[in-house]
Nanobody, 116 residues
Framework: QVQLVESGGGLVQPGGSLRLSCAASGFAFRNYVMSWYRQAPGKERELVATITNTGGSTNYADSVKGRFTIFRDNFKNTVYLQMSSLKPEDAAVYYC?????????WGQGTQVTVSS
């Protein structure tokens, strides 16, 4: 079965950096678009970044462009989100996502807290 396991969240000061990881299993990872979403308390889940199966194309929410980078390692079945210049408004639970045969799958999420 499809499994997505996020890690790498934590507490960081404003202006700091974090790298999130999402280890995938149960599907042919190298064939699928992968995405990162986030959800802050009281807000809807929002798309942060997407990467094509080869990693050749990426897209970002306007709010994170120039600060976040999504990349993947198809040998390790892992997608990453490198976050820099973090702001308090980036604080949220971050989720990895994939759509496989018409069904959406999510990991359990990893908490990112940005505070001094």
């Amino acid at each position: 079965q499809v499994q997505l396991v996020e890690s790498g969240g934590g507490l960081v000061q404003p202006g700091g950096s974090l790298r999130l990881s999402c280890a995938a299993s149960g599907f042919a990872f190298r064939n699928y678009v992968m995405s990162w979403y986030r959800q802050a308390p009281g807000k809807e889940r929002e798309l942060v970044a997407t990467i094509t199966n080869t990693g050749g194309s990426t897209n970002y929410a306007d709010s994170v462009k120039g600060r976040f980078t999504i990349f993947r390692d198809n040998f390790k079945n892992t997608v990453y989100l490198q976050m820099s210049s973090l702001k308090p408004e980036d604080a949220a639970v971050y989720y990895c996502n994939v759509w496989v045969t018409g069904s959406g799958y999510w990991g359990q999420g990893t908490q990112v807290t940005v505070s001094s």
